[in-house]
């Protein structure tokens, strides 16, 4: 069962007017749906809903009127710059029922020498009981060498969940270390396609650098003349 348990009061007054006097208020503004029962207007507390949903797919306890409900966040609204929610849609679920979420990849261990890791998926897929989903799915790339790829349906899940997203979707990629001669290599050969010339320094030269040397010598010749 949930250990976030959040005690919830009904709210009756909607609006934006309504919403800024409940955060003023330090609290949350939500909204509970699910099973077929008509939407519950409610007000979070809002230091314990942050702390809560701090944690993807937050298992939550709605306590409302002594009540219990188990409930995930389905939407989480934030503030574009303060460290303030603004609002949260809440999906009821029950023990036993399977719900579908997204759940972080966490690598774990070093690779090979000479070698980058990329995570090329950050979450992946599952259908999971609702009153055990996982963390996160760790991954170990320990001692990997290049050109090592581990798809999802390799991925160890946990008990009970099963892979809704396609199962040769690419979630790590181990590839070789760019040399820094190499790095050197192919921006020389990028500069060359692109037809940049270097100074004697060896620095990209200015376009039409050589214009003012044409315009003096011009110059030279015409006084010569004189």
């Given at each position: 069962m949930s250990d976030n348990k959040l005690v919830a009061e009904t709210r009756t007054q909607?609006?934006?007017?309504?919403?800024?006097?409940?955060?003023?208020?330090?609290?949350?503004?939500a909204v509970m749906y699910g099973h077929g029962a008509d939407p519950v207007h409610i007000t979070l507390p809002g230091h314990d809903t942050m702390m809560a949903l701090k944690v993807a797919n937050a298992l939550l306890t709605i306590v409302i009127?002594?009540?219990?409900?188990?409930?995930?966040?389905?939407?989480v609204q934030r503030d574009a710059i303060k460290p303030v929610i603004e609002h949260v849609d809440l999906v009821v679920v029950r023990k036993g029922e399977k719900v579908t979420v997204d759940v972080p990849v966490h690598i774990e261990g070093e690779a090979a020498p000479e070698t980058v890791?990329?995570?090329?998926a950050q979450t992946v897929q599952l259908e999971v009981e609702?009153?055990?989903?996982?963390?996160?799915i760790v991954v170990s790339v320990e001692g990997l060498q290049a050109g090592t790829q581990i798809k999802a349906s390799e991925l160890d899940l946990p008990r009970g969940s099963t892979l809704v997203v396609d199962e040769d979707t690419l979630?790590?990629?181990?590839?070789?270390?760019?040399?820094?001669?190499?790095?050197?290599?192919?921006?020389?050969?990028?500069?060359?396609?692109?037809g940049i010339e270097h100074d004697e320094a060896g620095e990209p030269a200015a376009e039409g650098a050589e214009a003012p040397a044409a315009e003096d010598a011009e110059g030279e010749a015409t006084a010569e003349q004189a």
């Open positions: 909607f609006g934006k007017g309504a919403a800024r006097k409940i955060r003023r208020d330090h609290k949350i503004p009127d002594g009540e219990e409900q188990l409930a995930l966040a389905k939407d890791v990329t995570l090329d609702a009153t055990h989903i996982p963390e996160n979630v790590v990629n181990i590839t070789a270390q760019i040399s820094q001669e190499a790095l050197d290599a192919e921006l020389a050969e990028a500069e060359e396609e692109a």
